[in-house]
Each structure stands twice: as structure tokens, then as C-alpha cells.
């Protein structure tokens, strides 16, 4: 089972959950995902290899595409472009099928 991170701008990046270490109660927290200036991560989730992931836009574009598609990187990656936004565009939902 891997992590899927997604955030306003339209990136996305799938980590194994393993990568993810149990913290304790005084831990100061775990990096999940690099993110860019005035980027925030609006959606995290549990895919398998065989689901796939439908990102919807706030101008309404939404895009599906398989698991498979995104390939793991470590948990402090930035992640890779899922969709190209429009001006004044962000990512408002994120579905895992």
C-alpha cells in the first residue's frame, strides 16, 4: 500500500507507507512531501498499485489516472505536475478509486 500526497498547485507523488516511521508522543513530527512557496498539500491517501487517482480542478477540469502512472519517490520529494492549472486555478478534490 503506498502514500498518495497531492497539493493545491497540482503536484502529486506516491510514497511506500513503510518510508512512514511511527512517532512517538514528544516526536517532533515526519517530513511527508517537499512543498513550494505558498503550496499546501490538500489531500493524502491510501492507493494500491491497481487503483487510480481522479484530481478535480476549481475550474472544474478533473483528470484520471492509474496508480502505475506515478512512480514512487522518497518522502521528502517535491513529487511531479498532475495537471496543469489555469490562472487563478487550484486542485479542490482529490478521489482514490
Known amino acids: 500500500m503506498d502514500v498518495v500526497l497531492v497539493t493545491e ?4 507523488k506516491r510514497t511506500d507507507a513503510e518510508e512512514f516511521r511511527q512517532q512517538g508522543r514528544g516526536g517532533g513530527g515526519i517530513t511527508a512531501m517537499s512543498l513550494g512557496e ?22 472544474g477540469t478533473a483528470i484520471r489516472f492509474a496508480a502505475t502512472e506515478l512512480r514512487s519517490m522518497g518522502r521528502t520529494a517535491q513529487g511531479v505536475r498532475a495537471i496543469r492549472l489555469k490562472e487563478g486555478e487550484k486542485v479542490v478534490a482529490v478521489i482514490a478509486l
Open 9 to 12: 498547485k497540482g503536484m502529486v
Open 38 to 59: 505558498g503550496d499546501r498539500v490538500v489531500a493524502a491517501t491510501k492507493l494500491s498499485m491497481e487503483g487510480s487517482l481522479m484530481v478535480v480542478t476549481s475550474g
